[in-house]
């Protein structure tokens, strides 16, 4: 089996005049956490997008799991084993969240028992209830996913993305908008998920958090991919200190 | 955070399941006094109510359960009024026959409709159901082969089991609630399955669907298609109870009338357009004895509920009902929750 | 050679004339429709009642006496202050949920019922007539025009264009504009944008107004006038890009030249579905329509 799961090639993707990823390549091996870091507006979304199916690319490949999945749409993506996650919660907000949930582990039943109540689908539902434990929302899951505090909303958000099983887990800035605690417990549960079964990559902001779990790092700037390499190659790259870190602590600081 | 209504798949479902009960229930009392005193005219509106009320639970399977609004659902109603009409007139079958033909028929019929349509998203699918409608219509007003403006008339009576025909008042409302609560027995049975749950999920945000792995364009076809066969097989119970089709059937009055009895019994209950079907069918007739315009108060009665109370009757009553039993139940949690 | 001339002037170029004329009528009326959608996002199902409701205007106006070109500035401002009503009443009620697309839409749909039978009961539903203004016709090239159709195709155009320049051109349509855009913003900058919302939605309801003036003399008036001209006018929509000013013009002229030269070739029944498959087509091709939203790039 090859050793990458995820190989990316020249992919480019423009919208009008605005190239937003120009001939970006890199590779995400199995079992590894990889993450893609840069500034705002560097590219990083447009080439989760791309990866994910919710886009098509104009230029390049994207080979997945041994496939060739350039040009898939997001539920062939989801059916070659790659899933995602969203930066702005995006969950059935009138729904409850375990109804969220087993909507989304309904796809390990590949549509056996479509038509039966779902209570027969035993395989789902042992999904859900691993991922209630899992995710700690077991005592809210009869509450409407809207109800949920922020935070719970972006644990259900990763549980969502989990449920079907995924080979690949993209997850989009999986921290936006939490508090430390919350952050530091996301942190730690990303680290806990990457296994030989689940490869990761990763779209975050938190430059500390992706430095901290990450295997390898690619770094992105105006589209184009600045550098890569394991988090300490990536920290003690000058070009990445004067485009990336300078500017980020510039932020931090103002 | 006050506004997400509840889906029919959530807490409401006991409260929803007493006022369907209920429904049936006074459904059958009512036959049962109306055969007593030998009344016809109320029980032949009551059968008009059921048969509207089919097509009702077709536009709320689109317009409650998946989020889709359709404009032109009369297409296929008439489309099965049509359909029965011919084969009544030019054959001797049985009433199940019929049925059959139409169900199969008018399915065939939303599967090319439903290719046209559902293509297209939230105003367009609207606008071109709406479209598809008036455009089939107006060739069936024109077609002299199809009685044109007339229609067909003269559609003799079906049987249903020998001695007992669609003529007979008693036996023909009987007939078209049992159809009825056979179309809701099965919806809501759907409702309680990964397919019926995906709609709704369609509903409440079809961009996710797709990313949990789910073609959303082949469950809003089915459902169209499911929808559109409903529709078609009530529209053929039309010309066994009036005797006659006309184009007026396919007309957007039809769809918009429909669109109303769903909205003011409440969308996505499956139960509520049934109850808003027999409230307005009944106002309709109430007020059409006094004065022609009755459109106007139905509009008016339409446009209040829209803007005050837009979940309509049942969309209220059944979080009511669920706060009354939790309370007798004492759990403060779950009350908190249904307000 | 000659009888091919004889065929353009007598029977091609009467049927383009007559095309252009309604079609200017139908630019107006998906102009109506789509500044309001494009603006607002409300789907008007009552703009056909309010294309019925300017006819009938003027049909009053002419009955007291008022001369036709006084009722085509006067009903105009009746629908505008029309449509300012309804929106500030009735559609700012229910602007503000989760569901304003098909709220909005039932809305005007009740109201379209209402209003439907209201003139139903205040005129009856016999076709009434008014006299045509202008009669005669003029000869350019050897072709007879009538006046009063090149009157509508001059008028609507010029009301077209002034359109055009108010949104496009004015400080007032940047404001509208802006509005479409990002309504928060627009509002911090202190702009009263639930009138501004008012007003455009009066603006679409008049234009509907005059649509019904100019035509009143060459179709009659009656209560259910509007149903099928804004089916026409809804495809037109559709087919330019909703909320897209320059693709209602230019879907309007086209569809309406279509309709009116296959007319010549097929029966007027098959005009509705051959537009319904034109519509048909282009979504296929372009599910968002020709054009992009207004305000919206």
Known sequence: MDKAILKVEELSVRFGALTAVKRVGFEAQRGHITSVIGPNGAGKSSLFNLISGAIRPMEGRVLFDGRDTTGFNAVQMVSAGLSRSFQITNLFFELSVHENLRLAAQFIEHGRGLFLPTQRSRLANNRVDELLERFALRSRADELAGYLSHGEQRRLEIATALACNPKMLLLDEPTQGMSLTDTQETEALIKELASDDLSILLVEHDVELVMNISDHVVVMHQGEKLAEGTPLEVRANPQVQAAYFGEVRGHAHA | ?339 | MAEALEWMQYVLAPQVINGASIGVAVVLMALGLTIIFGLLDVINMAHGEFYAMGAYAAVILIAIGIPFWWALLLTPLFMAVVGYAVERTLIQRVFHSKDRHTLTLLLTFGLAIVLEDVLKIAFGANPMRIETPIGGSIEVFGLFFPNYRMFVMGMGSAIVAAVWIFIFRTRVGAIVRAAAFDRHMTASLGVPVNKVYALTFALGVALAGIAGVLLAPIYSVFPTMGRDFVLIAFSVVIIGGMGSIKGAVIAGLLLTQIQSISSLYISPVWSDPLLFGCMVLVLMWRPQGLFGRLGHG
């Not at chain 2, 005193?37 to 509207?52: C, H, K, P, Q, Y």
């Not at chain 2, 409650?64 to 032109?72: N, S």
């Not at chain 2, 009576?157 to 020998?162: H, K, T, Y």
């Open chain 2, 1 to 339: 955070m006050g506004e997400f209504s509840r889906p029919a798949s959530s807490k409401q479902i006991n409260s929803l399941r007493l006022l369907a009960v209920l429904f049936f229930a006074i459904s059958c009392v009512f036959a049962f006094i109306a055969t007593v005193v030998e009344d016809v005219f109320f029980l032949r509106l009551a059968t008009e109510a059921m048969i509207f009320g089919g097509l009702a639970l077709s536009v709320d399977l689109l317009l409650g359960i998946t989020g889709l609004l359709p404009l032109g659902q009369a297409l296929f109603f008439g489309f099965g009024a049509y359909a029965a009409a011919l084969i009544l007139k030019n054959w001797t079958v049985s009433i199940w026959l019929v049925l059959l033909a139409c169900m199969l028929s008018s399915a065939l019929v939303g599967l090319v409709a439903g290719l046209i349509a559902i293509r297209s998203k939230g105003v367009y699918f609207a606008l071109i159901s709406f479209g598809l409608a008036q455009v089939v219509s107006k060739i069936v007003f024109n077609t002299v082969e199809l009685g044109a403006s007339d229609g067909i008339i003269g559609v003799p009576n079906a049987q249903i089991l020998p001695g007992l025909s669609s003529g007979q008042p008693t036996v023909f409302f009987l007939f078209a609630l049992m159809f009825i609560a056979l179309v809701y027995s099965l919806l809501n049975y759907l409702m309680k399955t990964p397919y019926g749950r995906q709609l709704i999920a369609i509903k409440a945000n079809e961009h996710r669907v797709a990313f949990l792995g789910f073609n959303t364009w082949r469950f809003k076809l089915s459902a169209f298609v499911l929808a559109a066969s409903i529709a078609g097989t009530s529209g053929a119970l039309y010309p066994m109870l009036r005797g006659f089709v006309s184009p007026e059937l396919m007309f957007f009055q039809v769809s918009g009338n429909a669109i109303i009895n769903v909205i003011v019994g409440g969308t996505g209950t499956l139960i509520g357009p049934l109850y808003g079907s027999a409230l307005l069918t009944g106002l309709r007739s109430v007020v059409g004895s006094f004065t022609p315009h009755h459109q106007l108060v139905i509009g008016v009665l339409f446009m209040i509920v829209v803007i005050l109370f837009p979940r309509g009757i049942i969309g209220y009553l059944a979080p009511m009902l669920d706060r009354r039993c939790q309370k007798g139940q004492g759990t403060v949690q779950q009350e908190a929750r249904g307000g």
